[in-house]
């Protein structure tokens, strides 16, 4: 996820049917982070579970959990989803949108491999039966929790009453045919952002022990003239949040396609929750998403299916602690990323240590 300097705030390997910008800016497909903001007066107390450890001799992390070399236990988080009706000039973009299996796109994202168990088995090692980030996050650490084997970093998804927001003028617009979406909400990622921080005062539910994750759809989020960002993370003081949209397109692959982009964030939110609160590696903070993120072909942005009640959904693959130069390498089979991807990655290049940043 590449990161925003500004508080308030890959080039483009895979356009699909994309119409020219309303705001004549270039389109790139891709997440970005946004630094730590100072801690809000009065803000509730509590912190998230996390531990410290050594990614090689000299390089030290914050994750969210415990040590998987020193425990044999699950911790679990809250993660609050807020379902944000973006509406630009009448047109709305509803994340209650009755997706093809009859669910909304909210129920989607509960009932999809984020927050429901599946089997995983990876490169012929029994992950076990989990949720998605908590499978990357013990085949990070498989030396240790092929032993620690009741170890787990799990999600508990809790929906949020749904918010509309009608965007005002010169913050928003809408464009057409972005990646085989007919229609989509572009909004100011500046402006996101501070709405966000405005909320925090309101949602009582939302403390430092929790996460927030703001979820629109077909909606990306624009940096000045320049689209697309399907999703960031960040936090305020220890207050830990991000954002992520549901698209669905009405036919091929769509960037930040159903749960894509909840997967990066909340991948990268396990790894380096306080967006470089204390990370850092051989090439930059753990933003074990981006690495990948721009992969095309078969895997298009990086993203790999999971068929669960009938739906299938889309999830990226994450780039492994060996790839931001784990020693000793504890990860299952020495792989490079979750998927056991090695070689050349379309669109990429050979995939090896900080090949493709961070």
């Known amino acids: 996820m590449k990161k925003i300097s500004s508080f308030i705030a890959l080039s483009a390997l895979l356009v699909v049917g994309c119409a020219a910008f309303a705001a004549s800016g270039p389109i790139h497909p891709r997440y970005v982070v946004l630094p730590q903001r100072p801690a809000q007066s009065n803000a509730p107390a509590g912190t998230l579970q996390e ?99 009741n170890y787990h970093v799990l999600l508990k998804p809790i929906v949020l009453p749904e918010y509309k927001a009608n965007i005002p003028s010169g913050q928003g617009s809408i464009g057409n045919n972005y990646f085989g979406i007919p229609e989509v909400g572009l909004v100011q990622i500046n402006y996101v952002d501070t709405e966000i921080n405005a909320a925090f005062s309101k949602l009582k539910q939302v403390n430092p022990t929790n996460v927030l994750m703001v979820m629109t759809y077909n909606t990306y989020l624009i940096e000045g003239s320049e689209c697309c960002i399907g999703g960031y993370h960040s936090a305020t003081g220890n207050q830990t949040y991000g954002h992520f949209t549901y698209t669905t397109p ?99 290049g050979n995939i090896g240590e900080c090949s493709f940043g961070s």
Request: proline share 5%; glycine share 12%.
């Open 250 to 348: 009405a036919s091929g692959t769509s960037f930040s396609e159903d749960v894509s982009a909840l997967s990066h964030e909340l991948g990268e939110w396990m790894d380096d929750p306080l967006t470089n609160g204390g990370n850092n590696s051989p090439c930059g903070i753990l933003e074990v998403g981006d690495p990948i993120e721009g992969e095309i072909g078969t895997h298009d942005f990086g993203d790999y299916t999971y068929t669960l009640n009938g739906y299938t959904y889309h999830v990226q693959d994450l780039a492994t602690m060996q790839y931001f130069g784990q020693s000793p390498d504890l990860v299952n089979n020495s792989f490079w990323t979750f998927q056991g991807q090695s070689g050349n990655l379309p669109g990429l």
């Open 51 to 149: 531990w410290t450890g050594k990614l090689n001799s000299s390089d030290t992390f914050v994750m969210v959990g415990t040590d998987p070399s020193k425990t044999n236990t699950t911790t679990t988080v809250n993660v609050y989803i807020l379902p944000v009706n973006i509406c630009i000039n009448g047109t709305c973009f509803d994340p209650a949108t009755k997706q093809s299996n009859g669910a909304t796109a909210i129920a989607n994202v509960v009932n999809s491999p984020i927050f429901q168990n599946q089997q995983y088995t990876q490169g012929g090692t029994d992950i076990g039966n989990t949720q998605y980030e908590d499978a990357f996050q013990r085949s990070n650490f498989w030396g240790d929790v092929m032993t620690n084997t």
